[in-house]
């Protein structure tokens, strides 16, 4: 029974830590850009990636899944929006404009709990590439 407790209490610490780490993380886009992005998604995005970001035919967008792909290719900000932009749709890569793919990343940072500022993001954010997606 201790063991249980115990292994329940350092899985709630760790997440605790890693929610603490997102809210602690810089502010790199606007709510109004995520909010675009979500549209953008759902146009472009949802019938690979699922709905709620949860992954069909490409991986899961949220989540710790996502964060474990993160993890395992040492994404940040700046990467993911490196190769979104460069590689997404699947089937027209590059064919969106970059306002709409920073609105994309703005999109998952937000889905994934990262906080929103007062400037949107852009491939000239600065602080972007020090914003690891692995938490």
């Known amino acids: 029974m201790r063991a249980g407790v115990l292994a329940g209490s350092v899985l709630t610490a760790i997440a605790l830590m890693g929610l603490r780490a997102v809210a602690d993380a810089p502010a790199l886009y606007t709510a109004s850009q995520a909010s675009a992005g979500g549209a953008v998604f759902a146009q472009q995005c949802a019938t690979c990636h ?40 699947q089937d027209n890569p590059g064919s ?36 690891p997606l692995s938490q």
């Open 96 to 131: 969106l404009t970059p306002p709409q793919y920073a609105a994309l990343v703005a999109f998952i940072l937000q889905q994934n709990g990262y906080p929103a500022g007062a400037a949107d993001l852009s491939a000239d954010t600065p602080n972007l590439k020090d914003l």
């Open 50 to 89: 699922g709905a709620n970001l949860e992954g069909v035919a490409g991986p899961a967008l949220k989540g710790p899944v996502f964060h474990q792909m993160a993890a395992a290719q040492n994404l940040n900000a700046q990467s993911l929006l490196m190769v979104i932009s460069q590689s997404m749709p």
